[in-house]
Every structure is written in structure tokens, then in C-alpha cells.
């Protein structure tokens, strides 16, 4: 599909990459999604018009084209929520290709997302998180792998840390102390505060790890002593999930939701909650309270005298 692209127009896509991923600490993963999303458009308009989209035709797009693109896309099985990420995509590729090159983008920038219902957290019970823990050790037949997966789903569950953060612990990161400086989502620093359970669990894990810790090695290792994969994680999870009853979405992320939730339970400020788990947006954050909410109706319907 990057064909489709003349010289011109792949030379602005990657300025564009290049510039997000400067200025606004993209991540990498975010900054190939936007790639993709907008090299698939521009390719769609290709193929709509019959030729290689070079930046004229590209400025000269209208609500018509518009309208045609994401029609294909819904006609592809594209979800509503797929379909709003995709033009997200390309209406930042289009507000500063406009700003650069002088054009009026209005017809990109006011073609309205499809409506869809954001999914919800979908968090953990206390116990069910504990039970998670103490399972997902005996998933593995070598002691000191049990103990590393047990302190890598503690982390998640103790600190809020994003799968990746957590594996990308590395040795000047030990000895873990009461808080640790974690860097997320497009190079944002966050300290976070490490439980005693937490450190304890790593400090077990340290203690039979076969493998040497060096400042720029990784702090959980796979069974060669490379970096242990996040794929694994999900595996012994699932596992464990699997042998407790436990549904689909006990997952290594829902042990951070969970995180989030049960601190909001205990009457957590969300401010500070947003701070812990490194969101950008406090409105990330308040999907939490929707959560909260909906536990407590089920509470409150369960219990009071005249709910029923």
C-alpha cells in the first residue's frame, strides 16, 4: 500500500512521525499505528481517484471522499471504535500538513467519528487479584520462575505498572526501594510507590534468580536469561486464570485496573490515582469511577431492605 504514496507525500508522513515522536514523546507503538492508519487512507484515496495521491490532491479532499473512505472501512468489518482511532490518525496528519503546506482541512477535520461505548475497566476482586498472585507462581514447574512471575503480576497489582514497565525493570533499578521512578507512555516519568509485598516478592525472586543482575540487564529474566517476554506473562496468567474459574478478562492488565480500583474504593483521590498510573488525561482515569459505580449499584440492589 506504501506504493500508493508518491515521494513527496511519504517524505511529509515521516516528518510528521518524526515530529511526534520529538515533540510530543510518542510512543513507538502509538507512532506505528499512525503510520498505518494513514498510509491505508492515503491509499484509499489512491484507489477513489485513480492515481498516486501526491500533497495537491491530498489538500483537495472533500466531505464526499471523506465519507467514501470511512464507509469502506465499515464495509471491511471495521468496528466504530476502530474506525474513530483510524481518523484520529489522520485528522493529526492533516492538522499539521494543512499548518505546513497552507491548505483549509476542513473537510478531513469535521468528519464525525461514528459513535460507540467506551469499554469499561474491567477490575478484579481483592481476593480474586491475591488469588491471582499466589496461583500464578505454581504455574511453573521451576521454583525460581514461579517466584519471578508471582513478583512481575505483584507489581502490577502493588504499583499499577503497565506490563512493559514492569519488564523493563533493569539492575541499577535494585535494590527497589519505597518508590520507584517508572517511565511510561511517551517518556513521562511518574514515581510511584512500592508496598512491602512488592518489594518482598521481587526480593524472593531475586534470591533464587539463576542469573546474574547487571545495571543494563533485565531484571526478570525468560529460562536462557534474555528478557522475559510479555507473552509469557499473559500465558501464566491465563493459566491461572483458567485453574481459579476466573473469566477472560483476568488478564495482566486488569491486575492494574484492579490497582486503580480497589485505591478509588478505599477513597483514593482520582487526581492522585491519575498520577500513580502515569495517564495523560484525567478523563483516562475517571473510567474508574464508572466502575466504582456500577459495584456499588450492584451493593446497594444486593443488600437494601427495599431494593428489591
Known sequence: MSLALSPQA?????TWLDQSRAIKGAAENTLAAYRADTVDFIAFMSHHHGGTEGLGPLSRLTTSDMRAWMAHLR???????????????????YRWLAERNGFEPTAVLSARAPKFQKKLPRPLSENAARAMI???????????????????VTLLYGCGLRISEALGLCGRDLPLGESLRIVGKGGKERLVPVLPVARQAVARYLSLCPFEMAPDLAVFRGARGGALSPRHVQKATEAARLQLGLPATATPHAMRHSFATHLLSAGGDLRAIQEL???ASLSTTQAYTSVDTVHLMKVYAAAHPKAG
Do not use: I, P
Open 134 to 152: 499466589d496461583t500464578v507462581e505454581m504455574q511453573s514447574l521451576k521454583g525460581w520462575a514461579g517466584a519471578r512471575d508471582a513478583a512481575v
Open 10 to 14: 511519504r517524505d511529509a508522513l515521516e
Open 75 to 93: 464495509a471491511g468489518g471495521a468496528s466504530s471504535r476502530s474506525v474513530a482511532r483510524k481518523l484520529s490518525a489522520v485528522k493529526s496528519f
Open 277 to 279: 498510573l502515569g495517564h
